[in-house]
């Protein structure tokens, strides 16, 4: 009999990638290959030490004494697999997890536990990569491991466990080193929330879903019922179950905070990490984003945007294996719409008879418990309690918010004097709401009489926190909700108290911030408890007051060194500053047309450009008055117009700003109007005219003193010097501009100009140079989040390391910056980077796998809306003659064509296994 070790040990689990598919194609070779590997794995164990404890399908679990004895035989594992015959079923590729910790046996084998970690940590893997735990990494690192090295993965999200996880992969000579992102949460496209708290019951209801998500017809669920249900927590948790299913990931779309129809496709492509690309429409780009893509995406809180439900249906048209899971209070009326109606959690019926442990088998009854004890940690369910907890219960509808307002209380009350304030509260309420269903009066009852049990200056505070769309910080609400004529309080005091009583959340917020938080029912509540105050248009001018003062302070520091901090500020504050802009243009237009020119930037880098355009014409409507503020965002709304091609538009509006500019005798507003016609003339060709309107912008800055905008003129005029091939004047613009950047710490100003330096470089040859400037470009754009700055350094590098015939490095950078330019929607620079690829291929002899290279770079040129330039069908058609060259014709039209068929995900690791081979 085998004795299994316990304390600290080392558990080694292994698993085929794609196994599924290959048993259902080649069943009888993999049988035989599946025999041959489970045999491999249990030698090579044994021989370092180790036990095998259990073969699960295509899964070996192994335990070691010590983890160096589990790493050597990972090593040895991962050679011999390369090296073996498998014939029809192979190459099999086999992903590896290690992870250490304390070991426990009961009479089935191992406490579940750590076979948990180490089972989702080989899960996030891919074939032939050995990915490591912290745990075995820190003892692995005083040991002596000739010829591996540690890559560290940083700290991630595995799926059903709530802590975030270190992980490490292993480099060695040999084998592998070059993978597609681990399959974590955190690892966007799957961007799902980890809930701060377990989800109780429910287990019926997951179950359904998934079954119903799971089949092929079904392609839209929408959750609903009352508020205070608990869709979103539903939701939730059936998405973390199904992550795996979906190749593409699963992205959370959290609505509560938009407010109009119009933003919630940006608030798609938000979550989907898209932004808007010239040329194209918001909801072209998502289409054509989502159109081969595996997908689901859950939208939450959808009740308020019903008028958006057509967009579901345009997606869902184009994007054949896109699934959509939708939490509302009502259904959407769309075609193929299954509804799941969320019922309240269960309970037992009414008797004496009951004892607290089988009460306990009630998520009601444990939803109340586990929330009572987080505010009183001795809290427990007896004899003498559990009829009033049931009674609680039972009067609250099972409504799982009812029942964590009421189980808050707690730490003041025992559960029959709260049973006896509700059943009094619920007594003098009874009629009043009449027209509401039977749930959302208990829900709103409960709501009230929590209410009600608040001090003064708690529901001043309450009702006030209903300006924030999205949350807030500890400081706007301390500055938005107080006003002259309050008695002094703690904010901080105030929403500890509201937190305890489960009516505001507490979250983690940048850099250790707190941030709170209203569920939407309680948000809606809020509100008119403030319009009840008569104070709604006062607090809401305090916070349209609060986010232009923020707006204002961020604006010039998004060219200075911590412009990725306030970027992410205003990123964060998102939600409230369209609900500023939303009551300043009905009620203060001025003010708003403020924040929106101060917000253009901002706007313009993080890519939201259609709605930022929209704004900025909605306010610019309603303030129709010569002033300074309308010169700026004239330009602005010119800017955004000009990156989406509306060059007409651009034109208009920045003459107007222009024509406004000089009247006023505004030269700051002359400057940026000038600038922004300047790089319209010079994107049309119009180069004199261009270098005509910089010049007077470039005086009138250096009159003004404005560094960033003397950089920026300098920066334009050098990049077409080097166009009209003045290489020379080109590099003395752009090195003083270069000075003035470095001066002022603008990572990104600095970023793009490098990367014209090295465009200049490569003209004149001057490689190393080249290729130092777009390292150091490339660093920068990645420090500041930029990636299409990214994908334009990698193109660069790629293409210096191809011309130098280092075929290998050239091949990761394009790799890399297709992947990027897939993510943008560029599709030219899609197929550029694919010809490139396919040269790389020629060169490796690999001519099938560039004819399939070619094929994808056709189907991406067949879906341009716009004609391809000229410069691309050329080297496009200089691509087709160079691999004809080297293949029959139906050898070429057979790998052409599987090329249109498969992922670019697909084509990308092929590849890779091609380079790391050669």
Not at 542 to 552: A, C, D
Not at 775 to 801: H, M, N, P, W
Not at 879 to 904: C, N, P, W, Y
Request: proline share 4%; charged share 25%.
């Amino acid at each position: 009999m085998i004795v299994l070790p316990t304390g600290t040990v080392t558990f080694l689990f292994t698993d085929v990638e794609g196994s599924t598919h290959r048993w259902e194609r080649f069943p009888d070779a993999m049988k035989a290959a599946m025999v041959r590997h489970d045999e491999l794995l249990r030698q090579i164990v044994e021989h370092h030490g180790g036990q095998v404890f259990e073969i699960v399908g295509d899964s070996v679990c192994s335990v070691f004494t010590q983890p160096s004895d589990a790493l050597a035989a990972a090593l040895t594992a991962q050679r011999a697999l390369l090296a073996e015959a498998w014939g029809e079923a192979g190459p099999l590729r086999v992903r590896m997890a290690l992870h250490t910790d304390q070991a426990e046996r009961d009479e089935d084998g191992y406490v579940s536990l750590p076979l948990n970690r180490v089972s989702r940590l080989v899960a996030a893997g891919h074939g032939g990569q050995i990915l490591l735990s912290e745990a075995t990494a820190e003892q692995l690192k005083s040991m002596a491991l000739p010829d591996v090295a540690l890559r560290d993965l940083g700290a991630r999200r595995l799926k059903d466990l709530l802590h975030a996880f270190h992980i490490y992969q292993i480099v060695t000579p040999g084998l592998l080193h070059t993978f597609p992102p681990l399959r974590t949460l955190d690892v966007r496209p799957s961007n799902l929330p980890l809930p701060g708290t377990s989800l109780l019951g429910r287990e019926r209801e997951q179950s359904d879903l998934c079954a119903l998500l799971r089949r092929p017809e079904v392609r839209l669920v929408t959750m609903t019922g009352t508020s205070g249900i608990g869709k979103t927590r539903l939701g939730l948790q059936v998405a973390h179950l199904l992550l795996d299913e979906f190749e593409n990931g699963i992205i959370f779309v959290p609505l509560a905070p938009v407010r109009d129809p119009e933003l919630v496709a940006p608030a798609i492509a938000q979550a989907l990490d898209l932004q808007e690309s010239s040329g194209q429409s918001l909801i072209e780009r998502l289409q054509e984003h989502l159109r081969e893509r595996q997908v689901l995406l859950l939208l939450d809180n959808f009740e308020h945007l019903l008028g958006a439900a057509p967009l579901l249906t345009t997606l869902l048209a184009v994007a054949p294996h896109v699934k959509l899971l939708v939490t509302s209070r009502e259904v959407l009326h769309l075609y193929g719409e299954r509804e799941f109606v969320v019922p309240p959690l269960p309970l037992p019926a009414l008797s004496p008879l009951l004892e607290p442990e089988a009460l306990s088998e009630y998520a009601a009854i444990r939803l109340f418990v586990e929330r009572a004890q987080a505010v009183r940690a001795d809290f427990a369910l007896t004899p003498e309690n559990a009829r009033a907890v049931l009674d609680i219960c039972a009067r609250l509808d099972g409504l799982p918010l009812a029942i964590e307002l009421a189980a808050a209380r707690s730490k003041i009350f025992a559960p029959e004097a709260i049973l006896a304030r509700l059943t009094h509260r619920f007594s003098l309420l009874t009629g009043g709401s009449k027209d509401l269903p039977a749930r959302l009066q208990t829900l709103r009852q409960a709501i009230d009489w929590s209410h009600e049990l608040l001090e003064a200056q708690e529901k001043r505070l309450f009702a006030r926190l209903g300006v924030f769309v999205g949350g807030c910080t500890l400081e706007a609400a301390t500055t938005v909700c107080t006003l002259a004529a309050d008695p002094a309080q703690d904010t901080l005091e105030g929403m500890i108290s509201l937190v305890n009583k489960s009516l505001v959340r507490q979250e983690d917020g940048r850099e250790g911030e707190p941030r709170f938080t209203l569920l939407e029912t309680l948000r809606e509540y809020a509100q008119e408890r403030l319009e009840e105050r008569g104070e709604s248009r006062l607090i809401q001018n305090q916070h349209l007051r609060f986010f232009l003062r923020l707006t204002e302070e961020a604006e010039p520091q998004l060219h200075g060194p911590d412009q990725l901090r306030w970027l992410d500020e205003l990123d964060a504050e998102h939600a409230n500053l369209r609900a500023a802009l939303a009551h300043a243009r009905e009620h203060e237009a001025e003010a708003g047309l403020r924040l929106a020119g101060a917000l253009a930037w901002f706007w313009y880098v993080r890519g939201y450009f259609t709605e930022g355009r929209s704004w900025l014409q909605q306010l610019l409507a309603r303030v129709p008055e010569p002033t300074t503020v309308r010169v700026k965002a004239l330009y602005g709304a010119a800017a955004l117009a000009r990156w989406q091609d509306e060059y007409d538009e651009a034109h208009t509006l920045c003459e107007e700003s222009l024509t406004l500019a000089r009247t006023l005798g505004d030269k700051v507003g002359m400057t940026w109007a000038l600038y922004e016609l300047g790089v319209q003339a010079a994107h049309q060709g119009e180069y004199e005219r261009a270098h005509r309107l910089h010049e007077e912008s470039l005086a009138l800055k250096r009159q003004l003193g404005d560094q960033v905008g003397i950089a920026w003129s300098l920066h334009s005029l050098g990049r077409m010097a080097y166009l009209q091939g003045q290489l020379t004047q080109a590099r003395t613009l752009l090195d003083e501009s270069l000075g003035l950047r470095r001066a002022r710490g603008d990572k990104n100003g600095i970023a793009w100009l490098l990367r014209t330096l090295g465009e200049v470089a490569y003209s004149q040859e001057d490689y190393p140079a080249a290729t130092a400037w777009y390292q150091e470009s490339l660093a920068l754009f990645r420090e500041v989040g930029s990636k299409v700055g990214s994908a334009f350094a990698l193109d660069g590098l790629g293409t210096i390391c191809q011309g130098l015939g280092d075929t290998e490095e050239a091949a990761c950078f394009f790799l890399e910056s297709l992947m990027l330019w897939r993510d943008l929607g560029n599709t030219p620079s899609e197929v550029t980077c694919l010809l490139h690829l396919a040269e790389i291929a020629v060169s490796y002899r690999e001519v099938e796998m560039a004819a399939r290279l070619l094929g994808a770079a056709e189907t991406l040129l067949e879906t341009m809306t716009a004609p391809p330039p000229p410069a691309l069908l050329t080297q496009y058609g200089q691509g087709m003659r160079l691999i004809a060259r080297h293949l029959d014709e139906s050898a070429f039209q057979h790998s052409r064509e599987t090329g249109k068929r498969v992922t670019l995900e697909q084509i990308a690791w092929d590849l890779r296994q091609i380079v790391e081979k050669q």
